[in-house]
């Protein structure tokens, strides 16, 4: 075929976990090729999550990703924790020794494509009419059109990294998949405001109106967010409800409260927790988004996705240096031991945090009594602060401390 390609590895999707991917693969010297069926721009300015655990930051500072986070990142030693009016910090530094950094999902996937393409290695951008086909075989084949043109990359394996609604998690046949799935009867409304943050770490708020968090992207813009309805209507929230909304949900007896400043950007998200089960199949191996997606309250999507692709590359490089399968063939086993465990602490931070329509009086003087108890007791700081700064590694890698 002309317009066939060959590599050894063929990666879907050029967010975190396949720009990732290929830059660890290409550390260990394995060819691949990233298929993204957006632009570089789209994927560069599509703004997310910004919580970098300890284990992401320290992988980027060794892979040679991390100057500019270091530069540009804020660093996070601890959170705050806010109901009935008052805020309580977790010392997540003096609990674990480790520490978050605040460094925006986008920044990260501009580091790796520059990365990437400094290094002459292909990323095809505005790939349409993706498919993926002989997952079953030894050279699986993904299909695309490029500028109008057919294309068919034959690889080896194929990382499927392109997201909850990409092609790859759809090209399994359904009766060898298992999916768990729960939807939050509540969104997050989010902006990004032109105000220079009013404190150094992020505010998670519990009010019997909905919860509220604090964040912010860089010294000079906040990033907040109000639980809403899911099918809220954007439209109906003015600049001026927002702010008044807000102020409401952080009223605090210290008189703190966020910076107000020109919204530059307001949306609504939907929450839910999914999990596919086996996250491989044949020569597809499913990572980040396409096979689990958190609840943001836990701050762990892009931290999960960048485990799940660590771990891949690990096997990826035991069977082309010595031909050993058997970190491939756990490759599903090991990623869900950890995704779990992230899938129950997002959860929790979520149904303490927020307002449940069906909630009861009961209820709402259960949630105080475990963030009095959260906020008060070491060890359940501890316990918080640990997942919240990243559990450790199940495995080892030349990366690993």
């Known amino acids: 075929m002309e317009n066939a390609l060959r590599t050894q590895v063929g990666i879907v999707g050029a967010g975190p976990a396949g720009l990732m991917l290929a830059h660890l693969l290409y ?30 930051v320290d992988l980027l500072n060794r892979i040679g990703i991390g100057d500019r986070m270091c530069r540009e990142g804020l660093l996070h030693n601890g959170i705050e924790i806010g109901f009935q009016g008052r805020r309580h910090r977790i010392d997540i530094a003096a609990l674990t020794g480790k520490a978050i950094t605040v460094y925006a999902q986008h920044e990260v996937v501009k580091d790796l494509v520059h990365a990437r393409l400094t290094t002459g290695q292909p990323i095809i951008f505005e790939a349409t009419d993706l498919t993926i086909t002989g997952l079953d075989t030894d050279s699986p084949l993904i299909r695309f059109s490029e500028n109008g043109q057919s294309r068919e990359l034959s690889c080896d394996f194929i990382a499927g990294c392109d997201g909850f609604h990409g092609v790859c998690r759809g090209a399994i046949p359904q009766d060898a998949l298992t999916i768990y799935e729960r939807i939050y009867p509540f969104g997050w409304l989010g902006i990004l405001a032109e105000a220079v943050p009013s404190q150094n770490q992020l505010v998670y708020m519990h009010h019997d109106r909905g919860f509220a968090l604090f964040s912010m992207r860089s010294p000079k813009v906040t990033r907040l967010y109000l639980q809403c309805d899911p099918a809220e209507n954007i439209s ?17 007896s210290d008189g703190w409260k966020p910076n107000e400043g020109r919204i530059m950007q307001k949306n609504v998200t939907s929450m839910r927790s999914f999990v596919v089960e086996p996250m491989q199949y044949g020569r597809l191996f499913l990572a980040g988004d396409s096979a689990h997606i958190v609840p943001p309250t836990g701050a762990k999507g892009m931290n999960l996705a960048i485990a799940d692709v660590r771990f891949l590359a690990c096997g990826l490089a035991a069977f082309y240096k010595n031909g050993q399968v058997k970190s491939l063939e756990q490759y599903s086993a090991m990623c869900l031991r950890r995704v779990w465990k992230v899938q129950r602490f997002s959860w929790w931070m979520t ?8 909630s009861n009086a009961f209820d709402l003087r259960r949630q105080v009594a475990e963030l009095d108890y959260v906020t008060s007791s070491v060890a359940a700081a501890s316990s918080l602060a640990e997942n919240y700064a990243g559990l450790p590694l199940d495995f080892e890698d030349e990366w690993t401390n």
């Open 351 to 358: 149904s303490m945090l927020h307002r449940f329509p069906d």
């Open 27 to 56: 550390l260990h010297g394995i060819e691949c090729i990233v298929v993204e069926a957006r632009s570089r721009r789209h994927i560069e300015e599509r703004v997310r999550a910004g919580v970098l655990e300890q284990n992401t």
């Open 236 to 252: 109906e929230w003015s600049d001026a409800r927002i702010w008044s909304e807000l102020f409401v949900r952080f009223e605090s």
